[in-house]
């Protein structure tokens, strides 16, 4: 009875939402019977009071929705996606995006650098391929303020960024995996090649979480993140929000150990160890030096498995179809997301299934981070091996493919903004997310010299991850979203540029940095 309930009111909700979009592409004028391609949003100064009721964060959405949101969450049912992008995705593959070509064997620096842009603007464009032009209206982009609401992510992990007039503004306070977004799209713009970018507003999401949750909660524009699943494509654009290395660490001086260093010069970004790995230099000396045949004869693994990892047994997930099913709230938190029938490869139980299931075989050296490893000593073993662990991906393929040992790629099917330009075989090696799929591979593997294979990944990560290659992609996705775009955005506010907010941060943190100093050596010599 409650799921005929459910999927009445899903059919009910259906016609209206089908009657929303259909009077939206209908009367294509909009009320000052402007075209609504050529439809201006409403205007503000900086000053203008107008500008204050234009929305920044989600709203509140009707009390029917939140109960269906309800009913769907109790009995594993999707709520209704955009009819712009097919739901029939079982059979799609990040891999299915392109067809890479391989820019770095055998080419001079100059058609490699030639090719790889060619490259880049094949992925961009197939990114946005789902979305006809000028299909994203206004409404729909305020819209997806509501889908950020109903899909329970908070409003501080999303962020508008905009670019008028060649130059990025972020709207509201963006957190740091965001700036580093922006940050490098403002490099973007000093580029000569690159263009005057037209003016375009855009979602980005830092939540691992948002290919699984804005799909499903009737988003109809294009999001920003740092990873895409198969069920997202065409909604969520993987594009270069790095955790692992484009963040700070603990280095001095504070947060210049990314692409944030280039708010402070192109000598600033260069002299960070990322700046240094970029040009070539080896950063675990003398570890990398290890020849490959005295480097150990195993798959390397060290990663976090949550302490909570016992729920994915209470949570009781069938596994005979691969799919984890359980529904209860507990188990919806671990599969992130209000419809639990999804591969199980791509919940919060797939690390501690293959940890499991590969600790302590001969060929492996697997363990958690409380069996801590210094990372320069990973590269003493032949093969670093990569598992997924949120929504199934995990931010550390990019480091290795840096690193003199080859990467295994246990692949669940989500993907960062790169991993199409990958070449299986050629810069990484790839396993399907199970334990007998990875034990084959690794078996396979330790019998022959990959040797080559990290030195080719090398040059491939050095040509990708540049600071002014990634800007350049960055810059195509903007273009992308702004051909999509119905209508030409105006400045909302609060807005800031992204290294101004940085060099004040910067500032006050040097300042502190040095008083902690002075205090420090007082009280080593008082006088």
Request: a negative charge.
């Amino acid at each position: 009875m409650l799921r005929s309930l459910a999927t009445c009111w899903a059919m009910c909700l259906a016609q209206s939402s089908s009657s929303d979009v259909a009077s939206r592409s209908t009367d294509q004028r909009s009320p000052a019977g402007q075209d609504v391609a050529t439809a201006t949003a409403p205007s503000c100064a900086e000053d203008d009071d107008a500008c204050s009721d234009r929305p920044i964060a989600p709203s509140s959405f009707l009390q029917v929705e939140a109960q269906l949101a309800m009913i769907s969450g109790k009995l594993g049912l999707h709520q209704l996606s955009s009819s712009v992008v097919s739901s029939n995705v079982s059979d799609f593959k990040w891999q299915n995006l392109m067809n890479p070509k391989d820019c770095v064997s055998g080419k001079s620096a100059q058609d490699a650098q030639a090719c790889h842009l060619e490259n880049l603007d094949t992925l961009a464009s197939a990114h946005f391929s789902a979305f006809p032009a000028s299909s994203v209206t206004l409404d729909d982009f305020e819209d997806a303020f509501k889908a950020i609401d109903r899909a329970g992510i908070a409003a501080s992990e999303c962020c508008v960024i905009q670019i008028l007039n060649n130059t990025v503004w972020e709207i509201g306070t963006c957190k740091a995996q965001i700036k580093v977004l922006s940050t490098v799209l403002q490099h973007a713009t000093s580029l000569p090649d690159v263009g005057s970018i037209p003016d375009v507003e855009m979602h980005a999401c830092k939540v691992d979480q948002t290919p699984l949750l804005l799909p499903a909660n009737g988003v109809r524009v294009p999001f920003l993140a740092p990873s895409s699943v198969p069920e997202a494509r065409g909604h969520i654009i993987p594009v270069p929000l790095n955790e692992r290395r484009g963040l700070s660490s603990q280095t001095f001086p504070p947060d210049m150990s990314g692409y944030h260093a280039i708010c402070h010069g192109r000598a600033a970004f260069d002299s960070t160890d990322f700046g240094k790995m970029i040009a070539g230099e080896r950063q675990c000396l003398p570890q990398s030096a290890t020849p490959w045949s005295r480097k150990n004869n195993v798959a390397f693994f060290r990663g976090s498995v949550y302490a909570d990892a016992e729920n994915c047994t209470e949570c009781k997930c069938r596994t005979d179809d691969g799919l984890c099913h359980d529904c209860s709230p507990g188990c919806r938190l671990h599969n992130y997301g209000r419809s639990c029938a999804r591969p199980r490869s791509r919940t919060i139980c797939s690390r501690p299934d293959l940890f499991a299931g590969l600790e302590g075989r001969e060929e492996f050296n697997v363990g958690t981070t409380g069996d801590f490893v210094d990372e320069c000593m990973w590269e003493l073993n032949k093969y670093l091996l990569v598992i997924g662990n949120n929504i199934g991906w995990a931010d550390r393929v990019q480091d290795s493919l840096f690193k003199t040992s080859a990467t295994i790629l246990a692949d669940s099917g989500a993907y960062e903004w790169f991993y199409p330009l990958m070449i299986e075989g050629l810069h990484f090696i790839r396993a399907d997310p199970t334990v007998e799929s990875i034990s084959d591979v690794v078996r396979t593997a330790i019998g022959r010299d990959d040797k080559d294979m990290t030195q080719r990944a090398n040059a491939f990560a050095r040509l990708v991850f540049g600071i002014d290659n990634v800007a350049r992609y960055t810059a195509m996705v903007a273009k992308a979203y702004g051909r999509v775009q119905a209508y030409k955005p105006s400045r909302r506010v609060p807005a800031s540029r992204p290294c101004d907010r940085y060099d004040s941060e910067m500032k006050a943190q040097v300042e502190r940095y040095v008083e902690r100093m002075l205090k420090a050596a007082s009280s080593r010599h008082p006088q």
